[in-house]
């Protein structure tokens, strides 16, 4: 008897060792699923380290001019790009699945965030700023809670025409509201016509000298993007210096014109500068919280929340590809989301992966999210050491920093593509942008929404249904008016290309009373389900008319091909037991049976 206890008392010890294992096992598995870091983290190496810090030193020097311009377009002081450019990186950093996704401020979403605030406060004062961090929290809200409930699938409501649309619109608003820093001008407006039109009023006042930097500065920025690069190569230069002289290209605009405007004293001649900016790391702030506020926002931050989301995944899933990486898009909601938080808390405003810094982080061997802390610690340092040496910088050099980067996202091929592949996608991109141009970019990105999903609804709500035939000498159905086939007159056998709902199930019902109207010889109906992936429950009730119809007429219902779970779902309802035919596991089989002889 005591051998038996020890030997049970041994194998319950061993039982509850391999439990705890696989509960630490499972554990861990759900630590690395939220805390991404807790996976790359665990080999990181010297190799990494030293990849990840020259991809930060790169992006850090880009990112400088880049923060500062765009918290101008989202119409913030300077200092709040850099800021919205720190604690975000680091959260994304622990929470991201990326390795070389670069977040921080973008230039759509800075224009988004001004055409929202715009409609709360007035720039420049507190109200406007404190609305920006209403703005991030709750775009890093919605971002958190997408991400827990697995959400991600909602971007795809966004075809991708239509969003290469809205972001060439926005690229145009963006370039032309620049135009007035370009200027010297005071103008105003969030939609293209009422831009222009304030352009041109204030004409007569624009500034000689901001106009000669701002056109200097776009030109050499423009220069620098495309033809720098190759001389420096055929001087014999390295393609890595190359192309990190290319990248710190803007800070060199950023030098020479804040150095110009400091020794001529053009501040005194009307030449605009960015001015004071607070020399601290990003400060603690807390986003007002009032109903109003919040009811204003709402929309506004889930507009935020989609774009920055589609442009993000589609940046990271890119970069990802060459690696052989995978990205989870419901955990990028998640370190999108933590970093919006921080941006609130922090003094910024919403954010997102932006392409061009996260293409430039990848090329320069960023190896994981470690090289974005390395770039946040880096922006800090010029928070706190720099920020006095941009004080005469021209809010034109920032104008055209802005513009060089937003024109690259200006793509009008894709409308040639649309109209030659799908006259409904180029309908949908031409109203994209036209909305976005004259409406204002809540607008075009709200129509981009309805029209991505009033596009899905048209066209399976119409769905192809081909009227089959054997293929001589195979077991092989295909199309009747695309191939050499053979068919009975008695029986008529359609494939359903499209699953069945309540947008199209009428569409069947039509269509298969028309057809056995025109031929009294039909008097069997096989519907080939190849193409269901599923039935909802208008659908079922028209199948269940149409069975019920045909059997009025004589004729007989059947179907093959049925795939499983919807095979599952039909056997839960009395339909296949009031169904005249059969269901076949093949359309071979079905026409076989039916036209074997008595």
Not at 42 to 48: I, V
Not at 326 to 346: H, K, M, S, V
Request: glycine share 8%; aromatic share 8%; with cysteine.
């Amino acid at each position: 008897m005591d051998g038996e206890t020890d030997t049970a008392s041994h194998l319950s010890q061993v039982t509850v060792a391999a439990n705890s294992k696989k509960s630490g096992k499972g554990r861990m598995i759900a630590l690395r699923r939220y805390l991404p870091i807790a996976d790359w983290g665990r080999s990181y190496d010297r190799g990494a380290f030293s990849n990840d810090l020259v991809a930060a030193v790169i992006v850090t020097i880009m990112l400088i001019p880049q923060s500062l311009a765009y918290a101008l377009l989202a119409g913030l002081p300077p200092e709040a790009g850099l800021y919205a450019s720190i604690a975000p990186i680091l959260l994304y950093a622990v929470f991201g699945t990326s390795r070389a996704l670069a977040v921080g401020p973008v230039a759509v979403v800075s224009l988004m965030t001004a055409a929202a605030l715009g409609q709360i406060a007035e720039q420049g004062t507190m109200g406007y700023a404190a609305a920006a961090l209403t703005l991030a929290f709750l775009s890093g809200a919605m971002l958190l809670a997408m991400g827990l409930f697995r959400l991600g699938f909602v971007a795809n409501f966004l075809s991708h025409p239509v969003i290469a649309g809205f972001i060439t619109a926005s690229g145009i608003l963006i370039a032309a509201s620049q135009l007035k820093h370009i200027l010297g001008v005071a103008a105003e407006g969030h939609t293209l016509p009422i831009m222009l039109g304030s352009l041109f009023e204030h004409l007569g006042e624009t500034n000689p000298i901001t106009l000669v930097i701002g056109i200097a500065a776009t030109a050499f920025l423009f220069w620098v993007r495309k033809g720098l690069k190759p001389m420096l190569r055929n001087m014999g230069v390295g393609p890595k210096a190359a192309d990190f002289v290319t990248k710190a290209g803007p800070v060199a605009a950023v030098f020479v014109t804040t150095f110009a405007v400091w020794a001529l004293g053009l501040e005194e001649r009307g030449v605009r500068i960015v001015g004071e900016v607070p020399q601290s790391l990003p400060p603690l702030t807390l986003p007002p919280m009032s109903l109003d506020l919040l009811e204003a926002l709402v929309l506004p931050a889930f507009l935020i929340s989609i774009i920055g989301f589609v442009e993000s995944i589609s940046v990271a899933q890119t970069l990802a590809a060459k690696k052989r990486q995978r990205i989870d898009p419901n955990q990028e909601l998640i370190g999108l989301g933590a970093a919006n938080l921080g941006a609130a808390f922090t003094g910024g405003y919403p954010v997102t992966g932006g392409f061009a810094r996260s293409v430039v982080n990848f090329d320069a061997g960023a190896e994981t999210p470690a090289a974005g802390a390395f770039t946040a610690v880096g922006l800090a340092i010029a928070a706190v050491a720099l920020t006095p040496l941009v004080y005469y910088l021209p809010q034109a050099t920032l104008a055209a920093t802005i513009i060089v980067a937003v024109l690259s996202l200006v793509d009008f091929s894709i409308l040639k593509r649309a109209w030659i592949y799908s006259k409904s996608d180029f309908a949908a991109v031409l109203a994209t942008i036209l909305l976005t141009l004259v409406a204002g970019v809540e607008v075009g990105v709200s129509a981009g929404v309805g029209l991505s999903i009033l596009l899905h609804l048209y066209r399976t709500s119409r769905p192809h249904i081909a009227e089959v035939g054997r293929v001589p000498g195979t077991e092989h159905f295909r199309n009747i008016h695309r191939h050499k086939v053979e068919t009975d007159p008695r029986v008529l056998t359609l494939r359903v290309d499209e699953s069945l709902y309540f947008a199209n199930a009428r569409f069947l019902e039509d269509f298969l009373h028309n057809r056995i109207a025109r031929d009294p010889q039909i008097k069997h109906v096989i519907l080939q389900c190849t193409a269901v992936n599923d039935v909802d429950l208008s659908a079922l009730e028209s199948l269940e008319e149409i069975n019920r119809r045909l059997a009025e007429m004589g004729v007989t219902l059947h179907l093959s091909e049925v795939k499983g779970p919807v095979m599952d779902r039909l056997q839960k309802v009395h339909f296949l037991q009031d169904l005249t035919g059969k269901v076949f596991l093949t359309q071979f089989e079905a026409v076989k049976a039916i036209t074997r002889p008595a």
